[in-house]
Structures are given as structure tokens and as C-alpha cells.
């Protein structure tokens, strides 16, 4: 299994940005779909985005669509989440999952997860 650990996340005003990264262990990073899926408090954990091993596909979330970006870097076994035009709705704490084989949108679909890290957006 590959480690993941999430970093980038803090307290911003709604209508700014912030980029999270995600950085992977092990030198099959470039073999695993990657996703970041977000849990507001008191909600299911949610899909956010998800990206092909080769960084071609990718799918979001609609409410983030046009607002957030997520990117890989398989040189350096990191992946990003570019996230612009925050709103208050956005706060929510962001994990990082990989899986083996083609992307996925479903939780259950990813076998290894990081352990997070807290966005909060003030209004």
C-alpha cells in the first residue's frame, strides 16, 4: 500500500485560494488513480476530484467544478488540489486516497486514505 499525507490546508476568507498537496510514499505512486474526498461536520465524507494515473482523466464534484483543479505530479509523487473562490460551504476536513487501476468516485473504491487536513473558510 502506498502512505499519503495531506498538507496545505488553514483558515482563509470565502473568495480566496489555497492549494492542498498530497504526498505519497513508495515508488509505484504513478500505478494509482488518486482522489480527494472531503467531511464536513456532522456529513458522510464526500467525493471531491479524481485523477488518472497519467494525469488525463479527471472528474469533480459539480459544486467544485470550474473552482477547484487537481493535478499530479508522478516525478514527484505528490498530488494538488487547487482550490480557488472558496466558500464557507467548502470548510471541511480534505483527505487524500489512492487506488490501484482506473479512477473511481465511490469511497469504498480506495484502499489507502492520509489522515487529513482541516480547510475552514470564513464568510
Known amino acids: 500500500q502506498v502512505q499519503l499525507v495531506e498538507s496545505g490546508g488553514g483558515l482563509v476568507q470565502a473568495g480566496s485560494s489555497l492549494r492542498l498537496s498530497c504526498a505519497a510514499s513508495?515508488?509505484?505512486?504513478?500505478?494509482?488513480?488518486m482522489g480527494w474526498f472531503r467531511q464536513a461536520p456532522g456529513k458522510k465524507r464526500e467525493f471531491v476530484a479524481v485523477?488518472?494515473?497519467?494525469?488525463?482523466?479527471?472528474y469533480y464534484l459539480d459544486s467544485v467544478k470550474g473552482r477547484f483543479t487537481i493535478s499530479r505530479d508522478n516525478a514527484k509523487n505528490t498530488m494538488y488540489l487547487q482550490m480557488n473562490s472558496l466558500k464557507p460551504e467548502d470548510t471541511a476536513v480534505y483527505y487524500c486516497?489512492?487506488?490501484?487501476?482506473?479512477?473511481?468516485?465511490?469511497?469504498?473504491?480506495?484502499?489507502?486514505w492520509g489522515p487529513g487536513t482541516q480547510v475552514t473558510v470564513s464568510s
Open positions: 486516497a489512492a487506488r490501484v487501476a482506473g479512477t473511481a468516485t465511490k469511497e469504498e473504491d480506495f484502499g489507502s
Open positions: 513508495g515508488r509505484t505512486f504513478r500505478s494509482y488513480a
Open positions: 485523477i488518472s494515473w497519467n494525469g488525463v482523466t479527471t
